[in-house]
Every structure is written in C-alpha cells, then in structure tokens.
C-alpha cells in the first residue's frame, strides 16, 4: 500500500471497522519510519478501549462489521499487529491468553477463526525469549486422527501429513 493511501486511511480511520482499522495499522507499520507512529497511534486507541479482567484482554467492535470478522480474528490479528509495531506492549499476553480461551475442543469455532488465532498466536511465540515449549500434535479430519507429529520450540518447521 502507497505511503499516501495509508496516510489517506489513517486519517479516516475512526469510520474504519475494527479489523480495517488494524490493517491500516499494520500497513503504516510495515512502512516504517512516521508509518510506524501511525500504527503506534491507531494500537493505542484499540487498546485503551479493550476489555479487561484478571487474566486476559481482549478488544470487540459494537457493530455488525460482516464479511469474515469474529472477535477471534480481531483479536489474532491485534496481536499481530501489536507485535510489529509495539512488541513489548503490555497487554499482549493477555490478549493471547484471551485467543487461548476461546478454543473449544482444541479449537476456535472456524476454519477462518483457527487461521487467524495460529497466525497471531503463533507469531506471539515467535517473540517469546527462552526456548518455549513443543511437543506432539495431531491431525484430525472428521474426528478421526489422520496423522501427527511432533512440534520444535521456536522454529517454523512443519509436520507434513498425506492424508490422500
């Protein structure tokens, strides 16, 4: 995205969704330089309004802001973003905390919700120091396991399953 058509979002950003207004700041963070400012400005006006309680954090929108958004993906990607332009920001683990509880079965409750909740949670263990942990996974199609694994701390390496 252009410096100019983020600076032209920026400004109108208070007409922006939730979720538009975090990909005009992750754009602006991408930018560099006054971009990150931009994005900086946009996180902190999120996050003053997030909700709060002992343990976790998390930010929702009071409309209806349709296509594909959920608090799930909202939230995920809150956690993206914040990690760009400000990753020592201090409700980040509560937010992932919050992503974390809104599994149900080992799961978010869409394929859309599971994508954007490993993208932000996953990046967030990306930026966690120490060796964090790994461990066995498993893959399950129609609820019957069809393959596994095991995960590496602090690596991007996959785990493969053939499931033809």
Request: glycine letters at 12%; proline letters at 2%.
């Amino acid at each position: 995205m252009a410096s100019g058509e983020v600076d032209a979002l920026f400004a109108r950003r208070d007409k922006l969704t939730l979720d538009d207004r975090l990909f005009v700041a992750e754009a602006a963070a991408l930018q560099g330089g006054d971009g990150v400012a931009k994005a900086r400005t946009i996180l902190d006006e999120m996050t003053r309004s997030a909700h709060l309680d002992a343990a976790t954090a998390h930010v929702a929108d009071g409309g209806d802001q349709g296509r594909w958004t959920t608090p799930v993906r909202s939230n995920a990607l809150l956690v993206h973003v914040l990690l760009k332009a400000m990753p020592d920001h201090a409700l980040l683990p509560r937010l992932a905390r919050w992503l974390m509880e809104q599994r149900r079965h080992d799961r978010w409750g869409t394929t859309q919700d599971n994508a954007w909740a490993l993208r932000g949670l996953g990046a967030w263990m990306q930026a966690q120091d120490g060796t964090g942990a790994g461990g066995p996974v498993s893959v399950l199609l129609g609820g019957k396991q069809v393959g596994g694994g095991a995960l590496v701390a602090k690596t991007l390496q996959a785990v493969v399953v053939d499931i033809a």
